[in-house]
């Protein structure tokens, strides 16, 4: 027998990945236990195409992408003409591609279309876990949009909403329900701050009902969506998903605390959008990422 060397000798065998709805037997299963015949047979074959396409390479490349290349934050002091810049939060291509990875397979709007009846979560929390271990943790800001989208189905419900709510809330939420990437909303759930901890009730953010002039800018004139007549002031020591387009967030008023709907950007008329002069872009609704926290959430 000759010596080893850096190619010749033994080599542990690299481990196989294989679909995990046909070889994981707690999946199947769950799969069998909760879900009816019939259920099974309509969704089968989707699930275990899935189950294929979340261990391609293309996915790997994306995580690997995700999870080396960190988020940062951009801006919040002045650019060379004195004019102050607004922070930003800079993801990377892959974590962009898993989301619209995630919004295409229906991660969250599958939670609202008809068709599986009262199993239609079940097969929506099925197929998100077989996703989970390939996504680069985009699941999560996925189960907070469901949260949102769940809150303004709600509140649709609610007759007593005038009409312009109505209007914002059910744009809000077809948004979230989406399956359009270029369509598709998250949504954040801002809520700890530094006094209370998981204790939410003692929130030190601050809402005031300041109704805006009837010829202020629109949030969103594309989509008509107005500005709100509430103004949020205050500190959250965690905002989950930063980069999301909208957020639930708690707020003391006169009469205690309270849910809040918040777009993240709104339009501004006079901001400067390229080089030329042209106006008429986005900015940050009055929000100021203060930093990343380094901790598993920020690191993709």
Request: charge should be neutral; hydrophobic fraction near 35%.
């Amino acid at each position: 027998m000759g010596p080893a060397t850096a190619n010749n000798g033994f080599f542990q065998l690299q481990p196989t990945l294989k679909n995990q709805f046909l070889h994981d037997p707690s999946i199947k299963r769950v799969f069998r236990l909760f879900l009816p015949g019939n259920i099974t047979r309509t969704v089968v074959l989707e699930i275990s195409s899935l189950g294929d396409e979340v261990l391609q390479q293309q996915i790997f490349d994306w995580v690997t992408d995700a999870e080396k290349n960190q988020p940062y934050v951009t801006g919040g002091g002045r650019n060379a003409f004195g004019q102050p810049v607004s922070t930003k939060l800079v993801v990377t291509e892959g974590w962009r591609k898993l989301q619209a990875f995630s919004i295409e397979k229906g991660f969250v709007s599958q939670g609202y279309e008809a068709g599986l009846g009262q199993y239609t979560r079940i097969v929506q929390y099925l197929r998100q876990l077989i996703f989970e271990s390939s996504s680069a943790n985009v699941g999560c800001p996925a189960a907070m949009a469901d949260g949102a989208a769940k809150v303004l189905q709600h509140h649709l419900g609610n007759s007593k909403l005038i009409a312009e709510e109505k209007k914002v809330f059910h744009n809000a939420y077809e948004h979230l329900i989406s399956r359009d990437p270029q369509k598709a909303w998250t949504s954040g759930q801002w809520m700890t701050e530094r006094i209370g901890g998981s204790d939410v009730s003692r929130s030190e953010t601050i809402a005031t009902y300041s109704p805006l002039p009837n010829d202020s800018p629109l949030c969103d004139p594309e989509e008509g969506i107005p500005l709100g007549p509430w103004s949020i002031d205050g500190f959250k020591w965690f905002s989950s998903a930063t980069d999301s387009n909208m957020t639930i967030l708690l707020a003391q008023t006169p009469k205690g605390l309270s849910a809040f709907y918040a777009p993240m950007r709104r339009h501004n008329p006079s901001i400067i959008v390229s080089a030329t002069g042209a106006t008429g872009g986005t900015e940050l609704n009055g929000v100021t990422i203060s930093r990343l926290k380094n901790k598993m959430g920020a690191g993709s």
